[in-house]
């Protein structure tokens, strides 16, 4: 009897081995299951990131591109409104030539002409050089506070432009 205990003490140390082998096997079989699971959802969470990420930088760029072409096109209406104000300003200089040269000449025969005149068309036309003189002078004050004001205004925008852009 000592030998048939003996035995069934073996045969069960070796049934109760063989269940925690198998127990093991499955438990790691599980674990891998589960392992794999895992980085299957991490690899579809990464290629949906790197989608998310794609699209962003797709907008960005196209936002970007919009934008430039936005500035783009000021800035190229911006040249062409000041082509035509140049344009104008020629054309009123020469326009200014034209009638200071006709004054120019006007007033070289003054000398003349006050030599042969009397005293009250002398007189007369002294007041009048007066009224000329002193309108321009007006005008000349007004023209140069407007250009001191312009100066200003292009300083101001010059200074006040952010150093990064220039």
Known sequence: MALVAGVE????????????A?????A????????????????????????????????AAASALNTYALMESAKDAAIQAAAARAE??????????????????????????????????VDEYAAAATVVFEQCSERYAALAAAADGHASDVRLMREAWPTSLR
């Open 9 to 20: 003490m073996i045969s069960t140390h070796a049934a109760a081995l063989l269940a925690a």
């Open 22 to 26: 198998i127990a093991a096997t499955g």
């Open 28 to 59: 790691w079989y599980v674990q891998g299951w589960r392992i794999q699971g895992q980085v299957q959802q991490t690899n579809a969470a990464l290629a949906q990131l790197k989608t998310d990420t794609a699209e962003q930088r797709t907008r």
């Open 88 to 121: 104008k300003n020629r054309a009123d200089a020469a326009s200014l030539r034209r009638q200071l040269d006709s004054l120019h000449h006007d007033l070289a025969a003054v000398p003349a002409r006050i030599a042969a005149a009397s005293r009250t068309a």
